[in-house]
Structure formats: structure tokens, C-alpha cells
């Protein structure tokens, strides 16, 4: 960033680029347990401790129930005796066959925050706890974390995937902490997303699967259907076989493994079992050959991500061991000290026979071997630098299921978000308000000054249901997190606040005529680019009921100092507008920093110079934040 310019002794770059030097180390592991009682946890956990000192520990488990009396007691006092008692747990919770495990060091316990937890149920009529998803979330100092550990729908085939992909849009939709208006992917700094995805590995390039926003309307009405039937049958219909006892009795991989059962009779049906034959014996060839690129290149996950129908945004670590799935169990492909001369890291041959007979030892013969396990992860684009994955495994060892599980490290840079901004107590008074001695002639307060203009949607979903006309009326919203960052005549905004622009009647492609200013209550660049995001979101006016959020768009803080040190404005481009991480539109807009750069930074460096002269005239923006919160609290409002 050399090319950046600079005035006095401070340059641009030594204001977006300076970072926290507080880590925090990160352990995530997802195993599907097989009903079964595990073997191999204290393997999945202190192997790899002994080495790498994780401050927090988290474990999605999913069919993790078996044959005993309190077996969720039973495995939580185990997980507890596995990771020891330099750990605290900061949430057991569970939901049926799916368990989520997060644990804290107690070094740290007196920094851990924000504890909340929500389940979503996407199993049979979307109500029953077989398939869906966990969250927890916390705080560590500013920084917010979110875990998601998730069981999907299994078989091969399109119609399956699209079942998958639906899901995680419900999940994303169903599990709430936070500011409920928005998805947890939105809102917290850092999100990890673990489990049983069923993802498989897939020959068809034929058939794509649909839009995932029309197959969740699609199961709700579908769910709504069934549920209307069995309350018309009647409660004596319910102790028969029903449909709701099937599901939750089935085994999770029973039926046919092609991509349905094969349709028509005689010759179609035998060309496709012949077809499914040939995959397999490809696929196990690979697995032989270690050839894991070429495995993903089948992936549907990574092809799912790719087309952007699913957790757009996030990003998939990527396999470099043998598929996790349908593995047979006692049965460890063990790694050899060293490539061999062919350059084989994996021991797959038991014997000294044919390779691919030995290989069918380890993989359940009517499954195609499939990476179905897997971690990914999302962090706002204003903190993605501060996120770094170190490694990503399958763990041998653990034989007792017929998966593997997975286990992955992540080292995360710190952030104190409001702790981190300071601000002149002359400008900002402890209630929050720009000082009486400046008020009047508040235009000439040297603040941070934006504005945001030429704002216009392309392709906004349609939110009004056709009874009501259909269609849109979309209106903006800008606000920060940390929501305190952001001035609203005066006074810093909080909770769900923010600068609104008109609303645009009945139209899926808007163009707002409004110019928003955006005045921030600090000149601590610094505090600033290390901290803030600017929100986007585009809701739907509704006049009868609650607004509808279309999506969000976030833009760093100090991407557009960058731009404005070019002399450039910060340019939004048909920037995808995400919800339960679908991409529900296009925005696009012009933000421009007030003032000449030269001017900003002569500001900058005054305040700095302030600040260092005169400490006691300065303070956080939590404590301005405080101070507001107080002062509300007295005059009888309530603030988030």
C-alpha cells in the first residue's frame, strides 16, 4: 500500500492497518456419532491440545444419543473429564440427536460474555428435532463469535441437495441471538458453521437444484399440507405407522443410494444401477490414488457455494484426507510417517493385495464415499484479516461411528469494538450529545463526515404476498456496529436506530433520490478502521405489520478512508444484499468522505496530538455509550 498517501508524520496505511495484538486460539470439531457410545474422544481432543493451547473449545455432535438411561448426562460428564478441568463450560446445548459443546479456559472466564443459545428444527413438517441446527454465541472482550452446528438431510440427488440447501436458509432463519432483525452471519464478527451436512459426492451435471428461497416456501406449504391432513385423521391416526414415526424410526441411510430409486423397469433401471456401479468404482479409485482434489471437483457443497445458491459468503475448508463418509466402523485408514515413493501419505491397503479390495474395507459398500462432515466459516468483511485457519483434519482414530469426525484450528485477533474508539470529551459529552459548547455551531465540529448517495436496487425480492399486490417497497437504512459510531442529530445512535432513507412504492428496482449523511462522533481514525462497519440494509415498508428486512451489505469503515486517500469515493457496485446468507438483491450506491484528505488527516493529527497532551479530556466511546444509556434510563426510555 505504498502508493497511498500520506500528510505530516501519519499515513493512511498506518491507520487501516493497525491491528490488535490480543489471540485468541480456537478449536472446532464436528463428529456424527452413530448412536453409538463413542471411542476415541479423549484422541479427538488432547492430541491435538498438547500442542496447540486453545482458549475455547467446540464440539457439534449429531446422532449422538444411544441405548441408555441418560445418555446426554452421560456424554457431557465425559466431554467435561476429556478436556479437563482448566476448562469451564460455557454452554451444553441439545436439541433429540444433536448436541453442541462449547468450553471456555477459566484464565479467560471474567471475559466471556453475551452467552445465548437458539435451536432450529428443520426435520419432518419442519418441527421435529431429527434434522436442523444449534447456536451458541459469546463475547470475548469486543469480539463476537457464533457456533452453528447443524444435521442435514441425507440420500444422494438433486432433490436432496435442494432439501440441504433449504435448510441451512431455515437454520439461518430460525436461530436468533443478538439483534433479531438480523441473521447471526450479519452480526457477529466471526461465525463457524459445523456438522453432518450430507453434502455428497455427486457424477450429475445435468440437474441443478432450484432456487433455495422457492424450495423453503415450498416445504412450508408442503409441511402445512401434512399438518392440516393429520389433524383432519384425528388423534385415533396417530398411533398408526404415520409418516412422523417412519422418519424418526428410520435408519438415516436406509433406501436406495442412486440418485432415487431407479425410475421405469428392465433395461432403464439396470443402465442406471450400472451407471451408479461405475461412480463408485471411481470414486474409490480416487480415494486409492489420494487424489482429494479430484473429489472435490465431484463435491456438491463446493459446487452449491460456487453458484452461490447457498452460505454465500462462507468459506468451506477443504479436505486433504479420505472422505469422512459411510466409513466402516473399528476400521482406521491410518497416515504413514511419510510419503512413500509414490508419494502416498494414507495407508489404504491392508494386505498386499488389490488396492481397491483392500479400500472397500473401510467404506460401506452402497455408498459412494463422500466428504459429509465439514467446517466453514464467515467474518465480516471489516475483521476478515483477523481470522486465520492453521489446520483442518479427520480424526482416524475414532472408530465407533460410520463417520469420521473433523476437527479444525482458527486463531482470531481481538477486537474491543467500543473499548477501542476513543473520543474528545469537548465534541461528545457523557450523555451522548455533541457538547453544548459546540452545538452551535455544529457544522464546523471537525467529526468524521460522510454521505451517501446514488443509492439504487436491482432485482429486490418480492416480500408482499400476491393477496396484498405483491411486490416491494423498499426503503434504506444505514447504521454501524458498533451501533454507538454513528451520530443522529447529535446524539449517538443505538439499538435499532439508524439514517432512513424514502420509501420507494411498489418497485423491485428503486432508485432513492435522498443524499443520508453519516457523521461519526470521533476523529480517532485509528479506533475507527480497526472497529466500525457501515450496514446497508434495504427493508420492506409494511403498513400492517412489522418491516420486512431484504438484506444487508456491509462496508469497512476503513476501505473508505482508502478510497478517500486516492481521492476516490467509496463505490458500491450491484453489491449483493445478503439474508440467512441468500442473496436477496443488488444495491449499489456512492459513499464520499466530507472534506479534502489533506484537511482530514491535519485532523487527525491535532487530535492525536490532543489526546497524548491532554489524556484527561478523552475518553471511550463505551463510556460516552454508557453515560447515554444512563441518561435515557433516568428520563424513563429504554435503549438496546
Request: proline residues 2%.
Given at each position: 500500500m505504498s502508493s497511498l498517501k500520506k500528510s505530516g508524520t501519519i499515513t493512511i496505511d498506518d491507520i487501516v492497518n493497525s491491528n490488535s495484538v490480543d489471540r485468541l486460539q480456537v478449536f472446532i470439531m464436528s463428529w456424527n456419532m452413530g448412536n453409538a457410545p463413542p471411542t476415541g474422544l479423549e484422541y479427538v481432543f488432547r492430541e491435538k491440545n498438547a500442542t496447540n493451547d486453545f482458549d475455547i473449545l467446540v464440539m457439534g455432535l449429531q446422532e449422538a444419543t444411544w441405548n441408555a438411561t441418560d445418555c446426554i448426562k452421560e456424554l457431557a460428564t465425559k466431554v467435561q473429564e476429556v478436556v479437563g478441568e482448566k476448562y469451564f463450560m460455557?454452554?451444553?446445548?441439545?436439541r433429540a440427536q444433536m448436541q453442541l459443546f462449547v468450553f471456555a479456559k477459566k484464565s479467560i472466564q471474567s471475559r466471556v460474555s453475551g452467552v445465548e443459545f437458539s435451536v432450529e428444527n428443520t426435520g419432518f413438517l419442519h418441527?421435529?428435532?431429527?434434522?436442523?441446527?444449534?447456536?451458541?454465541?459469546?463475547?470475548?472482550?469486543?469480539?463476537?463469535?457464533?457456533?452453528?452446528?447443524?444435521?442435514?438431510?441425507?440420500?444422494?440427488g438433486v432433490k436432496h441437495c435442494e432439501e440441504r440447501n433449504a435448510s441451512i436458509a431455515e437454520i439461518f432463519g430460525g436461530v436468533r441471538a443478538g439483534d433479531e432483525r438480523f441473521d447471526v452471519s450479519e452480526q457477529f464478527h466471526h461465525v463457524f458453521w459445523m456438522g453432518d451436512m450430507n453434502y455428497r459426492t455427486t457424477y450429475d451435471t445435468k440437474h441443478m437444484p432450484s432456487s433455495t428461497k422457492k424450495n423453503v416456501k415450498e416445504l412450508n406449504a408442503a409441511a402445512k399440507v401434512k399438518e392440516d391432513a393429520q389433524t383432519k385423521a384425528g388423534p385415533s391416526a396417530a398411533k398408526k405407522e404415520t409418516p412422523l414415526t417412519a422418519v424418526l424410526n428410520e435408519d438415516p441411510e436406509s433406501g436406495s443410494d442412486s440418485d432415487e430409486e431407479p425410475a421405469g423397469k428392465g433395461a432403464d433401471k439396470e443402465k442406471k444401477k450400472k451407471e451408479w456401479k461405475e461412480q463408485h468404482r471411481r470414486t474409490?479409485?480416487?480415494?486409492?490414488?489420494?487424489?482429494?482434489?479430484?473429489?472435490?471437483?465431484?463435491?456438491?457443497?463446493?459446487?452449491?457455494?460456487a453458484a452461490e445458491r447457498v452460505l454465500n459468503g462462507f468459506t468451506a475448508l477443504q479436505p486433504s484426507f479420505p472422505p469422512t463418509f459411510k466409513r466402516t466402523r473399528q476400521a482406521v485408514i491410518l497416515p504413514t510417517h511419510s510419503a512413500d515413493a509414490k508419494g502416498k501419505k494414507w495407508d489404504t491397503r491392508l494386505d498386499g493385495n488389490d488396492p481397491l479390495?483392500?479400500?472397500?474395507?473401510f467404506y460401506h459398500p452402497k455408498r459412494i464415499p463422500s466428504f459429509t462432515d465439514r467446517?466453514?466459516?464467515?467474518?465480516?468483511?471489516?475483521?476478515?484479516?483477523?481470522?486465520?485457519?492453521?489446520?483442518?483434519?479427520?480424526c482416524e482414530q475414532a472408530v465407533s461411528s460410520d463417520h469420521k469426525p473433523v476437527r479444525a484450528g482458527f486463531e482470531v485477533k481481538l477486537t474491543r469494538a467500543e473499548h477501542d474508539i476513543v473520543v474528545d470529551k469537548q465534541l461528545l459529552n457523557w450523555k451522548g450529545k455533541i457538547s453544548k459548547k459546540t452545538s452551535g455551531k455544529r457544522a464546523d465540529v471537525p467529526l468524521l463526515h460522510m454521505t451517501l448517495s446514488e443509492m439504487r436496487g436491482k432485482n429486490l425480492e418480492e416480500m408482499d404476498s400476491a393477496m396484498f399486490g405483491g411486490g416491494s417497497d423498499p426503503y434504506v437504512v444505514v447504521s454501524t456496529d458498533p451501533a454507538s459510531a454513528l451520530l443522529y442529530k447529535g446524539t449517538l445512535l443505538h439499538g435499532h436506530e439508524g439514517i432512513k432513507s424514502s420509501v420507494i412504492y411498489r418497485n423491485l428496482d428503486p432508485v432513492w433520490p435522498d443524499v443520508l449523511d453519516l457523521k461519526f462522533p470521533s476523529m480517532d481514525l485509528k479506533g475507527l478502521s480497526r472497529n466500525v462497519s457501515i450496514i446497508i440494509s434495504v427493508w420492506d415498508s409494511d403498513r400492517a405489520n412489522a418491516d420486512d428486512l431484504i438484506g444487508v451489505v456491509m462496508v469497512p469503515l476503513k476501505d473508505i478512508l482508502v478510497q478517500h486517500s486516492q481521492n476516490k469515493p467509496y463505490v458500491l457496485n450491484e453489491a449483493p444484499l445478503y439474508a440467512n446468507t441468500e442473496i436477496m438483491g443488488r444495491f449499489s450506491g456512492k459513499i464520499q468522505v466530507q472534506g479534502t484528505f489533506k484537511d482530514l488527516m491535519a485532523t487527525y493529527e491535532k487530535f492525536e496530538a490532543d489526546r497524548v497532551k491532554e489524556p484527561a479530556n478523552f475518553y471511550t466511546l463505551a463510556e460516552a455509550q454508557q453515560g447515554a444509556r444512563t441518561t435515557a434510563a433516568k428520563n424513563g426510555c429504554i435503549m438496546s
Open positions: 460455557v454452554k451444553h446445548a441439545h418441527l421435529f428435532p431429527n434434522k436442523g441446527g444449534i447456536l451458541v454465541t459469546l463475547h470475548v472482550d469486543g469480539t463476537r463469535l457464533a457456533f452453528i452446528s447443524c444435521h442435514l438431510t441425507a440420500h444422494e474409490m479409485e480416487m480415494v486409492v490414488g489420494e487424489k482429494w482434489s479430484d473429489i472435490l471437483a465431484l463435491d456438491e457443497l463446493n459446487r452449491e457455494i479390495h483392500s479400500v472397500a474395507t467446517i466453514l466459516f464467515k467474518s465480516q468483511p471489516t475483521f476478515r484479516g483477523n481470522l486465520r485457519n492453521y489446520f483442518f483434519e479427520s
